[in-house]
């Protein structure tokens, strides 16, 4: 069973979001297909070195802020 990303901006948006809040975070980590969450989650949750649920809460926070999130 999969975990589905609640997004409420477009990927790209968020996307850039996300490499401005971690410098380290490149567009490969952030490749993205819709229906394929758990393997971004996984990339993103050895190179944030969190688990998949706060990884998960980060990017819908991203998401709904379209803003800097902590």
Known sequence: MGST???KAPWE???ELLKENDHT???DD???T???EDELLGRLQEKM???KQAVK???ESISSNSA???
């Open 30 to 32: 952030l490749r993205y």
């Open 57 to 59: 809460e980060y990017i």
């Open 5 to 7: 990303l609640n997004l």
């Open 68 to 70: 800097k999130a902590s």
């Open 13 to 15: 948006k968020v996307k």
């Open 49 to 51: 070195k969190k688990d």
């Open 25 to 27: 975070l490149t567009d």
């Open 34 to 36: 819709p229906g394929q």
